[in-house]
């Protein structure tokens, strides 16, 4: 399985501020995801990222709240824009297995707080 | 859409003695399904796996998971459960290249 690291593992923000989110893996890899967890909820997709191609978007996110970049097949970004205390999540990034039967494999998570 | 259903919230038992959390799924034809475990401060380890063949699946940590088609589930199963398994339990369908997750089952382990 990939290894996955994130940075940063937490952060404290003001509202209205942005942060940006990294995700490295150590093997390249076509298909990024991006899912937020809410305090005490599941996981909800966020995006997928492709190299080399505009991310998909889920329902009820959009481009300008939650930029991604995909530069290469080794790293990602994810930016929570404009801030507000419902942006307060856990962020994981994950990545698809080698075995192509949709497996994946999550990051160890960016735990946000938005004051 | 696909969809998936912990109906357990919160489940305590005693170190030692045997788990078994419920996931049910909707989906048309054979599903991919996946258990995965987040413990405390912690990103989600894979479980275990379901694609195909032996309904009976086995992970890691002395995990197993029994698909039955007939009653859509994908029970998980421990005959023995440590204080080290406290942790929030996910069951998960995959739908195309994603992944739909359930709303998790978080399990308390007494001494």
């Known amino acids: 399985s990939a290894v996955i690291s994130q940075k940063p593992s937490r952060d404290i923000c003001q509202r209205g501020t942005s942060l940006t989110i990294q995700c490295q893996v150590d093997s390249q890899v076509t298909m990024m995801f991006w899912y937020r967890q809410q305090p005490g909820q599941s996981l909800t997709l966020i995006a997928t990222?492709?190299?080399?191609?505009?991310?998909?978007?889920e329902s009820g996110f959009v481009i300008d709240k939650f930029p991604i970049s995909r530069p290469n097949l080794t790293f990602s970004t994810l930016t929570v824009s404009n801030m507000s205390p419902e942006d307060s999540s856990i962020y994981l990034c994950s990545v698809k297995g080698s075995v192509s039967y949709n497996e994946q494999f999550f990051g160890p998570g960016t735990r946000l707080t938005v004051l | 859409a696909q969809s998936v259903t912990q109906p357990d919230i919160h489940i305590t038992v005693s170190e030692g003695a045997s788990l078994e959390l419920r996931c049910n799924y909707s989906?048309?034809?054979?599903?991919?399904l996946f258990w995965y475990v987040q413990s405390p401060g912690q990103g989600l380890q894979l479980l275990l796996k379901?694609?195909?063949?032996?309904?009976l699946v086995q992970g890691i940590k002395g995990f197993e998971a029994e698909f039955k088609r007939s009653q859509s589930s994908f029970n998980l199963r421990k005959p023995s459960v440590h204080w080290s398994d406290a942790a929030e339990y996910f069951c998960a369908v995959a739908e195309a290249d994603k992944l739909i997750f359930g709303t998790g089952t978080r399990l308390q382990v007494f001494p």
């Open positions: 379901y694609f195909s063949g032996d309904t």
């Open positions: 989906y048309g034809a054979t599903p991919y």
């Open positions: 990222a492709n190299q080399g191609s505009e991310a998909t978007y």
